[in-house]
């Protein structure tokens, strides 16, 4: 879970978080908390929330040019403030994040802008100075998922996951939404080893594993799959966590993500 406060409220936040679905809730419950219109908001039509995705992996200048900059100072319509959510902030191009800089350095009073991404740290350093970092202390206190007794079976699935059988991944999906398996552990499970994965792969170290007890599991991951691939499971995960939050077409998720 995140701290928002609607005491002190900055211009600028970073969000680090692998549960892009529940910072998405919590970030609608402090607009509404500030008077915003939650039905509005689910409805995608709020003038004064707006939320910006990556398209093809990329966060463009004509995407934060459009949806942020050239909007940012109009005062809101609605609401007593503007928010502006950006989704998968990793993806945002440099020449992006430099024409966000004055934005975020000097933006109105009434404006608040949330950067939301897995890894703080694969911002620019100019993005990060200039805004508050809030980190999810959920995500990162992964001890009990050690003791998960499908922990092993559960990485497994994921190693061999382009071998199997479609009955073998489709009764491994029975097993996880007829509650032999918890979704949201499982999703958990997902996060960190491939998140381990792609820092194996791209590092080559061991250290850098969160996941030690497992890292020959992490290793196979990361062998069997490319960078692009991992990125695309990171992807699903999110349709599938948000999938789980809406309690809707969570097997298509979960089919698209094992088996697709």
Known sequence: MINLS???IYNAYIIET??????????????????????????????????????DKVISIKDIREKLIDSVTLTPQIADRKIYV?????????????????????????????????????LLPTIRSRCQIIKDAEDFDYKNLLELEYLDDALNTLSNIKYELAGEKTDFIDKVLND????????????????????????????????????DYIISISESFTLEELGTLIDKLDKLSLADSYDVNKRIAALDFLIA
């Not at 004064?48 to 398209?55: H, K, L, Q, V």
């Not at 032999?180 to 594993?209: E, F, G, P, Q, W």
């Open 86 to 122: 950006v989704y998968d902030a990793k993806n945002i191009m440099e020449s992006t994040a430099n024409a966000m800089l004055k934005t975020l350095e000097e933006p109105p009073e009434f404006v608040s802008i949330f950067l939301v991404t897995e890894n703080a740290n694969s």
């Open 6 to 8: 609607t005491e002190k």
């Open 18 to 55: 692998y549960n892009y679905a529940q910072v998405r809730n919590q970030l609608i419950d402090f607009a509404v908390n500030l008077g915003f219109d939650k039905r509005l908001i689910e409805a995608g039509t709020h003038p004064d929330m707006t939320f910006i995705e990556s398209t």
């Open 180 to 215: 032999d398996y918890n979704l949201k552990n499982l999703i958990r499970i997902y996060r960190y080893a491939v998140r381990d994965a792609l820092v194996y792969k791209t590092t080559l170290s061991k250290k850098k594993i969160i996941l030690r007890e497992k890292e």
